[in-house]
């Protein structure tokens, strides 16, 4: 069975989780509630890779603000402070 963590701004359904300490990849599918913000948290020791499937959204990273709409692709090095 599959992990969703809910949070006020929306959820996460992982799809892969790291099974011990030196796997540096999960996955998952999370939904922004509409007119929902996450607030700024830093991403230790992983990459990520954020793909909108639907929807529009304002993507801060490092400070640099971007309009992420369907289809696109963000690429997030390691410890981005992200929003």
Do not use: Y
Not at 11 to 29: D, F, I, Q, T
Not at 47 to 60: D, Y
């Amino acid at each position: 069975m599959k992990l969703v963590q809910k949070f006020e701004w929306g959820e996460v359904l992982w799809l892969h989780e790291p099974e011990n300490s030196s796997e540096r990849l999960s996955a998952g599918l999370v939904k922004f509630f509409p007119g929902s913000r996450q607030g700024q948290h830093l991403h230790f020791g992983e990459e990520q890779i954020l793909f909108a499937l639907s929807g529009r959204g304002i993507h801060r990273l490092n400070g640099k603000e971007e309009v992420i709409s369907e289809g696109m692709l963000i690429h997030c090095l390691l410890f981005p402070s992200t929003r």
